[in-house]
């Protein structure tokens, strides 16, 4: 699938290298439709939505983004087309021309492709999968079935797993769990669904079921069960060392740094940083160390020092944004939320990320995902 990738401290939008600058309101009008494709809105739910209530907008003044929108995307109207659908709004329709596929007979290079896209997932670099992804077809390219599935994921194209016919429960289970856990405030709720998965492991391929686990860890921390997360980080501390990975010993090791921070036990912390800053040195994974910055700054918190817990947490988030992998940046920003709601040891940045998670819950509308995903649950589990 042909993407659009947005900029937003410049608000330009990008497809296959060529930028489009748009002025603040046009950038915000398009990513919201883009990101809701082929849904219909009205003028007074893109008001609402798009300007707030801090302004004072008319239809107008949408009728005249729309336009100037139109115009600024004229040499892209191969691949979308902001539609009037009469008597109600708009709605941004998304085409996806077909191109010549040089892989279909080059084995060789599939396999590159592949060796490629697995690389940059291996060392968390988002952004260079999603250039690789978003020039797939002036590359002659096509993407490997996980990878054309799984970047939908790490872009944020959350909805689509909701709607789409062409993938399997079964295959889709994984991803929709994560969004649950995404989503749904109440730890006690998430754990119950990764547990009603859990006990039905042959609907979960490949280590999926080795992440759930894993992911396990800091929903009982939060839920504050500290005998089950102690008796789960046992247990997971055999699945990685049966599974040999550096992402996931990584991964368990935050997750250890999580129930450690949470009994203010911040000695063990540092110790159990420092190993996963061992294995850093030894493999570089961008997503992976924007994390572990992240959860320094908490560290630096509960040892007193607000100012370089400030810094840090600021740096770790940064580092996830130009990763570009959306739901790592949506997992921070919660942990980040849920920390200071522990230990409210800085009201101006406990502020600050609290209006950062309410943010992304409007953009990629949580409230909403989160009832179709109980219903999809209800149907299928």
Same mark, same amino acid.
């Given at each position: ?87 109600? *709004? ?65 872009? *944020? ?42 006990? *039905? ?29 102690? *008796? ?150």
């Amino acid at each position: 699938m042909e993407t659009l990738h947005f900029f937003d401290d410049a608000y330009e939008v990008c497809w296959n290298s060529e930028r489009i600058a748009l002025l603040p309101k046009e950038y915000a009008l398009l990513r919201f439709l883009y990101t809701r494709r082929n849904q219909v809105f009205r003028r007074t739910d893109l008001l609402d939505l798009v300007w707030g209530r801090d302004e004072a907008p008319t239809d107008r003044t949408v009728d005249d983004h729309v336009y100037r929108l139109r115009k600024k995307l004229r040499r892209w109207k191969h691949l979308l087309a902001i539609e009037t659908v009469r008597g109600i *709004g708009y709605k941004l329709t998304w085409k996806e021309p077909k191109r010549q596929n040089l892989l279909e007979n080059n084995p060789e290079l599939r396999e590159h492709v592949r060796h490629m896209l697995e690389m940059y997932h291996g060392l968390g670099m988002g952004a260079a999968m999603q250039t690789l992804s978003a020039n797939k077809d002036v590359l002659g390219i096509e993407l490997d079935p996980f990878y054309a599935v799984y970047l939908r994921f790490v872009t *944020g194209d959350f909805r689509w797993f909701l709607t789409t016919p062409d993938l399997p429960f079964s295959e889709k289970l994984f991803y929709l769990a994560h969004l649950y856990f995404i989503t749904e405030d109440e730890p006690v709720k998430i754990l119950d669904l990764f547990k009603r998965i859990l006990d *039905g492991k042959e609907r979960l391929p490949g280590l999926w079921e080795a992440e759930l686990e894993i992911n396990m860890i800091s929903l009982l921390v939060e839920a504050k069960r500290w005998q089950q997360a102690e *008796g789960q980080l046992q247990k997971v501390a055999e699945i990685v060392a049966g599974i040999q990975s550096p992402s996931y010993t990584l991964t368990y090791l935050f997750q250890r740094v999580c129930y450690l921070l949470d009994r203010q036990d911040v000695a063990e912390a540092e110790i159990a940083m420092k190993e996963a800053k061992a294995w850093l040195a030894e493999k570089p994974m961008q997503r992976e160390q924007g994390m572990l910055v992240v959860f320094e700054a908490m560290w630096q918190y509960l040892q007193g020092q607000r100012e370089a817990g400030r810094l840090s947490m600021d740096k770790g988030v940064e580092i996830l944004q130009q990763t570009r992998f959306v739901p790592h940046y949506l997992f921070a920003i919660r942990k980040i939320d849920r920390f200071f709601q522990t230990f409210p040891l800085d009201s101006a940045w406990q502020q600050k990320y609290q209006k950062e998670w309410e943010r992304v819950c409007a953009e990629y509308q949580f409230p909403a995902l989160k009832r179709q995903l109980l219903d999809v649950f209800a149907r299928h589990l």
